[in-house]
């Protein structure tokens, strides 16, 4: 499919009632058809890789159309230009995470942008710090300990930024860094510890949610089961 196929297929799947609910849940409804991320994905399968097209899907400033962009787009060809004009875009914590686990986590540049981007002050562009954290420590398998224990520091010093979307964002990277061997999650549970005894109310959130999870029965069993694995 072109791009003028795309959108009219895009705008075919249009659901207002998707919309609303979707803004309920914090998504900017604004140039939105209400396409379901499980209808845009088998899509951008068929589709395959497609840096040009990505580009101007993106462009179109459709909801939608972003999305698919992050899907289709060949993260050899994503430049650190981008990646910086792509994360000024973003308006909404779904376009953001997607762009950042579904794309930008792949590319080369993903760990410098993660420390760059947990320095600026835009809500959406500091949460993408953190959402690239939290998908670097999922999909880079080959990277060590001691380079994820390097966002420690930024996770700290930014676990006092009260805004929504990124103290879930920062709360998502700790768990995640946590989730990701023995090791990191000994790091991460010390790291909340340390958290819960700064006075400042969201940092304590961040802290007490991420220990729910990373001292649960749950990831203690899937750690042990990565472990005897090895």
Known sequence: MNYDQIIEKLKSLESPKNVEGMARYGINPNNNFGVSIYIL?????????????????????IHDARLLACFIDDPEKVTG?????????????????????????????????AFE????????????????????????K???????EQFI????KHAIDERNYVKKANNW??????????????KAIKTAEELLKIE???????????????????????LNKNTAKK
Do not use: Y
């Open 200 to 222: 400042n109310k969201t940092a304590k959130w961040i802290a007490k949610d991420a220990l729910k999870e990373l001292t649960s029965e749950k990831v203690k069993k899937k």
């Open 41 to 61: 994905r088998p899509i951008a399968k068929k589709m395959g890789r497609n840096h040009d097209l990505a580009l101007k899907l993106w462009d179109s400033g």
């Open 117 to 140: 981007w947990a320095e600026r002050d835009e809500e959406f562009v500091k949460r993408a710090a953190f959402s690239l954290i939290a998908g670097l420590s999922v999909h880079d």
């Open 81 to 113: 230009k981008q990646m910086d004009s792509w994360s000024k875009d973003f308006d909404s914590w779904d376009i953001c995470d997607q762009a950042c686990t579904s794309l930008f986590d792949q590319t080369s540049l993903a760990w410098i942008k």
């Open 153 to 156: 520091p930024i996770i700290k």
């Open 142 to 148: 080959k990277a060590s300990d001691e380079k994820f």
């Open 173 to 186: 990277a700790l768990r995640n860094i946590g989730k990701r061997n023995k090791n990191l999650n000994k």
